[in-house]
């Protein structure tokens, strides 16, 4: 247990930190030159590793649309409807962040305008490993397909049958994304960003991953030639703040929740209450021993912190100082402490709402800052697949009455073709007013 009000400032910083995002020299070299292969070889580099990395019988990296039919028809009942609620509880939420344009008169005669349109191509990257994830797949294509992006292209790696999950196809195909291809990592970034063959280039990358992915994101994305991506990110994490009225079992569960993530996850629980903190300790040692994947969630809880404060308004100065992933807010009148948090990629508010729910189906996105970007970065959005633009249209009332400011703001910048232009308008109107 960690006593806050006894450390130092660097001592408290040392408490909150993370765990080290593996970014080393060799990781960047390794990623430059599979972007480098992919860039030069196209689908037989992205084949060749796919095949080294995933399944070794691949042929191709196209998904058809007959296997990706049989795969979703092939999802059992129950899951079928657990997908649809979510589906239709994750539109319902981003239908509600369409923006409206906006056209406003800012001077006589000067009309200025804001529009929104969707991203043309984007790239959804759904991670492998241990288990299927559905739930990203509906988290990236929602909103994609809510904003109105033409073409929505998945990468995920296949299994060692060269197929998807069935989850993930029948995810897939609610969201309507029919471009499914069969590669993961630095080379499915890689293919995304600068096209190969069979994968047409796209203007933007959406997607978890491991370090190689999110080295690949983030050099593909300093190239001019390359794609933009959604966000930085590094290891997923909770912060739970709970006082003595919180029960320690659920607190446990929260800590675990994201623990069985991956061993480089963290858990954080921030409570003035010694109490809380000894029970939860207690209740995560039980719930481990019954987990499936005990063995990483026992090592991501060796980054966990637990930490004593003075105070409830003290458990929140140190949530807003680490900045979190998810936040669960367990306090009594846990809306209240709303008006005091500033910084989080989602709020998770009383007894009744884990981490989960916004993982799975509340209709919130579970695309979220990670490693301390919740400070500069948001939730992933609706506004995330659609770029805005501005339109200004100037009558010759308004070039009247504007043009001398223009003409002496340019002037002042030493701009004189950025005068002439609107000098020479000026003089046109005069011409025509004395005609």
Known sequence: MIIWSELNSADQQAALGRPAVTNSATLRETVGNIIA?????????????????????????????????????????????????????????HEAQRPDDITLTTSPGVVCEQRFTALDAVGLYIPGGSAPLPSTALMLGVPAKV?????????????????????????????????????????????????????????????PGNSFVTEAKQQVSLSPEGAAIDMPAGPSEVLVLADGTADPA???????????????SQAILVSPSEALITKTKSEVEQQLAKLSRTAIAREAMKNARYILTESRQQAIEVSNQYAPEHLIVQLDAPREAMAHIKYAGSVFLGPWTPESAGDYASGTNHVLPTYGYARNYSSLG????????????????????????????????GLDAHSEAVALRLAALKDNDNE
């Open 250 to 264: 659920f607190v446990a569960s929260d800590l675990l929740s994201q623990a069985e993530h991956g061993p480089d």
């Open 37 to 93: 292969q992919v860039r030069q070889q196209g689908d037989e580099a992205v084949l060749s590793l796919t095949q080294k990395f995933d399944c070794a019988d691949l042929s191709s990296l196209i998904l058809d649309q007959q296997t990706l039919t049989r795969l979703a028809d092939a999802v059992t009942d129950e899951v079928k409807a657990a997908i649809d609620t979510a589906y239709d509880n994750i539109v319902a939420f």
């Open 147 to 207: 904003a109105g992006c033409a073409r929505k292209v998945l990468c995920t790696p296949p299994n060692a049958q060269g197929e998807i999950a069935p989850e993930i196809a029948y995810a897939a195909r609610k969201s309507g994304i029919t471009e499914v291809y069969l590669c993961g990592g630095a080379q499915a970034i890689a293919a995304m960003a600068f096209g190969t063959e069979s994968i047409v280039k796209v203007d933007k990358i959406f997607g």
């Open 382 to 413: 609706l506004l995330d697949f659609m770029r805005r633009y501005t339109v200004q249209e100037v009558s010759g009332e308004g070039m009247r009455n504007l043009g001398p400011t223009i003409i002496t703001l340019a002037n002042a910048e």
